[in-house]
């Protein structure tokens, strides 16, 4: 199994800002994932982080809203721009655990736009 | 495009009771299927998943589900709930694309255990 930590857990943030949430996982993978849920929803997969080349965007994301970063196999990092409040929701990292196809999530970060 | 249904938005059982959540699923192959648990401010803990053979899986605390292809349905069971089973339960399916896994959820349902 894999370890995942989120940070931060929880922030408030004013609309017009961008907050910024990173994933660590203590051992590698390769395969990482973003998801949202938004508030009493399921869970929406936002993007694939790919190590060493741009995130893979799921419909209806784009990388200017969420950009991401995959600088190593460990460590990857969301980024949600220029928020409005549409954009509270909770923020989960996810990794593929290698062979068996099981997902491992964070706890996520929930995220509160004013 | 696969696509997850958890009919019951919220369920209520007594503690002791059995349980049966629904899952119902669409994709055009063979599908990987999975379960998911939410306690309240976690994250998701997989509590079991069918990739092939056996269509009865067996899960982590005390937990099963039946795979039945002809009815599209994998659904969660459990003989006698505990008071630490009120959660947010998650079915999922999962494609392999690309050589990506993706699950696709279904909107959950949320079990309350009463006394």
């Known amino acids: 199994s894999a370890v995942i930590s989120q940070k931060p857990s929880r922030d408030i943030c004013q609309r017009g800002t961008s907050l910024t949430i990173q994933c660590q996982v203590d051992?590698?993978?390769?395969?990482m994932f973003w998801y949202r849920q938004q508030p009493g929803q399921s869970l929406t997969l936002i993007a694939t982080?790919?190590?060493?080349?741009?995130?893979?965007?799921e419909s209806g994301f784009v990388i200017d809203k969420f950009p991401i970063s995959r600088p190593n196999l460990t460590f990857s990092t969301l980024t949600v721009s220029n928020m409005s409040p549409e954009d509270s929701s909770i923020y989960l990292c996810?990794?593929?655990?290698?062979?068996?196809?099981?997902?491992?999530f964070g706890e996520g970060s929930r995220l509160t736009v004013l | 495009a696969q696509s997850v249904t958890q009919p019951d938005i919220h369920i209520t059982v007594s503690e002791g009771a059995s349980l049966e959540l629904r899952c119902n699923y669409s994709?055009?192959?063979?599908?990987?299927l999975f379960w998911y648990v939410q306690s309240p401010g976690q994250g998701l803990q997989l509590l079991l998943k069918?990739?092939?053979?056996?269509?009865l899986v067996q899960g982590i605390k005390g937990f099963e589900a039946e795979f039945k292809r002809s009815q599209s349905s994998f659904n969660l069971r459990k003989p006698s709930v505990h008071w630490s089973d009120a959660a947010e339960y998650f079915c999922?399916?999962?494609?392999?694309?690309?050589?990506?896994?993706?699950?696709?959820f279904g909107t959950g349902t949320r079990l309350t255990i009463i006394p």
């Open positions: 069918y990739f092939s053979g056996d269509t």
């Open positions: 051992s590698q993978v390769t395969m």
């Open positions: 982080a790919n190590q060493g080349s741009e995130a893979t965007y």
């Open positions: 996810s990794v593929e655990s290698s062979g068996t196809g099981e997902l491992f």
């Open positions: 999922a399916v999962g494609a392999r694309s690309r050589g990506n896994e993706k699950l696709t």
């Open positions: 994709y055009g192959a063979t599908p990987y």
